[in-house]
């Protein structure tokens, strides 16, 4: 899953996609320890789904919070 794909999604389908990583993290690590894991990197290349799905919903959290404060900021760097 690309960065590109995550920001198109909504804040619900992100959460939702997040439950389902999370999900099949927990069956790849149940298989990892029965060793019935096929293809070992797929623990690698979910985690960091996961972290990009995080990294998306806390970049718009950031966004929300603090766009006043980011015009706020501007209008002061251009008086001084």
Known sequence: MEFKELREKDDTQLHEEL????KHLFTLRSQAVTEKLEDPTQL???RK???RILTAIHQREQQKK???AAAG????????
């Open 19 to 22: 439950i389902s990583k999370r």
């Open 66 to 68: 603090t766009p006043s």
């Open 73 to 80: 900021a501007k209008a002061t760097a251009s008086v001084k």
């Open 49 to 51: 789904d996961i972290a």
């Open 44 to 46: 690698r290349k979910t």
